[in-house]
């Protein structure tokens, strides 16, 4: 069964700290693996997609790696701000028709100052 | 702004009736999903419609239902309505060749 885990569940940060978001995925075939954000009571908004090839790819202050042989992403942000607080969700994507995605159930991101 | 449209943004009805939530795609976007996100949950698949049919099926329950349009929107209708039934309900379309979707602000459903 394609499954995506994401951890931590939750994380608590300082602002202006950095911080890394774990994405493991058992989906195969395998086509691209996405990271969305998620403000609260708001619909995600795709931040990176990383296709096979790709192993890093940055937007911003947010950098995210793929490891295909271990399929493991991770979503770095970098000097994390307020606005940073929300969820963030990884989601994998298979080859063939139909856009068959498999989301994970999100890190719950929150930054205090 | 993503292009979805979703309406309505609240809404609040008694447990027992029937509510119609409705979508509009991005414009020249064929696909359309419904997800239902319950409180600190995650987001879970109800189903996905491809140019009027129905593409694939998630966990939507038998008292649910959905259809989409020849102008693309979708409607999902949610029957007999339950306490647990209380969620926002995101509506997405997206690019079926990138794999993106596209969400709406959702619909907040409540149920007393």
């Known amino acids: 069964k394609n499954q995506v885990e994401q951890s931590p569940q939750s994380l608590i940060i300082l602002e202006g700290k950095n911080c890394t978001l774990q994405?493991?995925?058992?989906?195969?075939?395998?086509?691209?693996l996405r990271w969305y954000k998620q403000d609260t009571g708001r619909g995600p908004v795709s931040l990176t997609i990383?296709?096979?090839?790709?192993n890093t790819k940055s937007n911003g202050r947010y950098t995210a790696t793929l490891d295909a042989d271990t399929k493991q992403s991770s979503l770095h942000i970098t000097a994390s701000q307020l606005s940073d607080s929300a969820s963030y969700i990884c989601v994998v994507r298979e080859t063939g028709g139909g856009n068959k995605l498999t989301f994970g159930t999100g890190t719950q991101l929150k930054v205090e100052l | 702004d993503s292009g979805v449209t979703q309406t309505p943004k609240h809404l609040i009805t008694a447990t027992g009736q029937r509510v119609t939530l409705r979508c509009s795609p991005r414009?020249?976007?064929?696909?359309v999903y419904w997800y239902q996100q319950s409180l600190d949950q995650g987001l879970q698949f109800l189903i996905q419609y491809y140019n009027g049919e129905e593409r694939a099926k998630g966990n939507i329950l038998e008292r649910f239902s959905a259809q989409q349009f020849p102008d693309l929107h979708s409607e999902l209708n949610l029957s007999s309505l339950e306490l647990g039934d209380s969620a926002l309900y995101f509506c997405?379309?997206?690019?079926?060749?990138?794999?993106?979707?596209?969400f709406g602000e959702g619909s907040r459903l409540t149920v007393l």
């Open positions: 990383m296709t096979f090839s790709e």
């Open positions: 414009s020249g976007d064929l696909s």
């Open positions: 997405a379309s997206g690019g079926v060749n990138t794999g993106e979707l596209f």
């Open positions: 994405c493991n995925y058992t989906v195969s075939p395998f086509s691209n």
